[in-house]
């Protein structure tokens, strides 16, 4: 198979299309978590309460209201491979934690990947909306929708004082996460970024690495999300990050201009430099084609390189993650074979492309 | 997910066996992960969020505190409270109810308040007014009796069935 074809096939919406603001707003995430009102959460579950919380939402999947959704898939863990578990996650549709519950864990999946819920995770029900560039409202517009459908056949543990309950007493009341993923290289390369995530802290949002909790932050991306998810409606815990990522756009988009105005021969060099890397280099590990990635869609976003797509950075940060390198090469790879193959996959991806830097 | 040996505390701990390559897993509970082996040494201290919380959770100065004893238990689950600060998880919904007293400290201190804002499941918002009228009802059927006014306690019986068999279908 061709590598356009299997593009076509094996990525997600959010990495094809763009979106408003997407020159620094990569994606923008809400998941919701929800459980069942007479089943102990996922930690205390037997096989009997796992099968109990799929069936009921098998059954949930199979109404007019569910179905007016789109066309979903149900993937129980069980019954699918390790690999192709971590493609899930390296895609975002599920988290680590999931792709591990082999035993109870499942994944309804929505055709055009954009909505995900995942099922026995820490909690029963998490309801994902993904979208590319800034569309939280959108983003949770489709979670809510999903979620009256999947509430008019199924009884949600649910108090009328803390809101919905939910394994972790982090996540109770609106149950709702709320994360935007940012390349803000401008920030980093003028050394504020320390100062903005510390401010970013002190509004009630955290910051972490591309791939969730723990995860360590790479090719100047970030995610911002919420955190506290009681005492506030949805709509303020929205707004209040919108307004925290608004701020972070314009102040990048002024690091940017400063990088073009003062230290234009030193930014052309390093887009230029990476550019070179990316196009010729036979060995690249993840955290080395991230760094390259991140300084070529800088270049592209100030019109230093020319004819390549500004999508590219998203699309290969997923497509040379390990699981996915394994997927298109259909192999399985030791981590020094997949800095060959990573290689070949980023020259042969920018081959689609008539590159014209200057 | 509950420890696959003893089957009744929860699995907190992911043992590994590869014996002549192949390989098994077992998710244990710490007690009997101890029991099984001489290859289990004690868990790494990571600094991560469940450490955190459990801190937070075992902080008795906190204002409001209310002492639930450790050997506090969910009536519904089983789990007891020093499970909780252990795993950072709730068993079931109803721990919320069990272990109120030290659960709204913590989260005053974590969350923004202890009043839910956002949204209410039109179903479920339904289901509670549904269990709201029953319990006035069942309090009328025992005055109704009391007063040996058996007309009135049979026509109010008929409506508590009625409300009982539409509570019990919107479960289904």
Known sequence: ?358 | MLCQRCQQRPATVQFTKIVNGQKSVQHLCEKCAREQGTFFTAPMQTLDFNHLLSGLLNMESSPGFSPTPSQARCSNCGMTYQQFTEVGRLGCPHCYESFAGRLDPLLKRIQNGTEHMGKIPVHAGKQVQLRKHLERLRQELKQAVAFERFEEAARIRDQIRSLEEQLESNRG
């Open chain 1, 1 to 358: 198979m061709s590598l356009s074809d299997f593009l076509k096939r094996a990525t997600s919406r959010w990495m094809k299309d763009g979106g408003p603001e997407d020159d620094i707003v990569v994606t923008s995430r809400v998941r919701i978590a929800r459980n069942l009102d007479d089943v102990p959460f996922p930690i205390l579950q037997t096989d009997s309460h796992a099968n109990q919380v799929i069936d009921t939402m098998r059954r949930a999947m199979d109404t007019p209201e569910f179905r007016a959704l789109g066309k979903f898939d149900l993937l129980r863990c069980s019954e699918t491979s390790p690999l192709d578990r971590q493609v899930l996650v390296e895609k975002h549709l599920i988290s680590k934690d999931l792709a591990a519950a082999e035993r109870h864990g499942a994944v309804a999946l929505r055709e055009d990947e954009l909505v995900s819920i995942m099922i026995n995770e820490e909690d029963h029900l998490r309801i994902q909306c993904i979208l590319p560039g800034l569309r939280l409202n959108e983003a949770w517009q489709l979670a809510n929708k999903v979620d009256d459908a999947l509430e008019s056949h199924m009884v949600y543990a649910f108090d009328e004082r803390l809101g919905y309950l939910t394994a972790c007493p982090t996540n109770v009341g609106t149950g709702i996460r709320a994360s935007v993923m940012m390349h803000v290289p401008g920030l980093v390369l003028t050394g504020q970024i320390e100062r903005m995530l510390g401010a970013v802290s002190h509004v009630g949002l955290t910051v972490r690495g591309i791939y969730g909790e723990g995860s360590e932050s790479a090719g100047n991306l970030f995610q911002v999300s919420n955190q506290v998810t009681l005492g506030e409606s949805e709509q303020e815990i929205l707004q209040n990050l919108s307004g925290v990522v608004q701020q972070l756009i314009d102040h990048e988009r002024s690091a940017r201009r400063y990088l073009l105005s003062e230290m234009r021969e030193g930014l052309e060099d390093r887009v230029c430099r990476s550019f070179g890397i990316l196009a010729y280099a036979r060995r690249m590990d993840s955290k080395e084609t991230l760094q390259r990635l991140s300084d070529v869609r800088l270049g592209i976003d100030l019109g230093i390189i020319k004819g390549v797509s500004a999508g590219i950075l998203k699309e290969l940060m997923v497509m040379s993650q390990p699981a996915f390198l394994q997927k298109y090469y259909n192999e399985e790879l030791s981590p020094a074979e997949r800095d060959i193959r990573r290689a070949a996959l980023i020259r042969e991806r920018l081959r689609m492309d008539d590159a014209e830097v200057h």
